[in-house]
């Protein structure tokens, strides 16, 4: 007796684009796709960004990780004012988030790196040629050590 499927749930916000292959698959197969986002990623405040005594201009490249971590970075700037310097470095886990950079800086090849393959090692390797900038690295209260 084989049991088909009917619903499918995806731990992730439903996509914007109509263009999604979750779409084609729920109408090939007949499914019914249920969309509810597990994790919620929420910005610090800047008085808690503030208590932590951490000076944004002080440091010459900045470590981003993910999209999130672009948005809720240069968000936190906005409310503190301040104007980040054309001479920062961005240094990107993927090029797709080097790519959304776009949306808050002029994308000049010189100072945005990223890894190929997206793995953690292939970053240290942009990073180490690097070695005398003081880095940034936003991330979340729950992440992985390395």
Do not use: W
């Amino acid at each position: 007796m084989a049991l088909k499927i009917k619903k499918v749930l995806v731990s992730q916000p439903r996509p914007t684009s109509e263009k999604s292959p979750y779409f084609d698959i729920a109408e090939k197969y007949g499914l019914h796709i249920d969309f509810r986002p597990f994790i919620k990623v929420e910005p610090l405040s800047s008085k808690e960004f503030r208590q932590q005594k951490i000076s944004i201009l002080d440091h010459t490249a900045v470590i981003f990780t993910a999209r999130t971590a672009i948005d809720h970075f240069f968000h936190l700037c906005e409310e503190l004012r301040i104007t980040i310097p054309e001479t920062m470095k961005y240094f990107c886990m993927t090029e797709a988030v080097a790519v959304y950079l776009q949306k808050y800086i002029v994308y000049r090849k010189r100072k945005i790196f990223f890894g190929q393959t997206g793995k953690i090692e292939d970053l240290v390797s942009v990073i180490a040629k690097h070695n005398k900038e003081k880095y940034l690295v936003p991330v979340s209260d729950v992440h992985k050590e390395d």
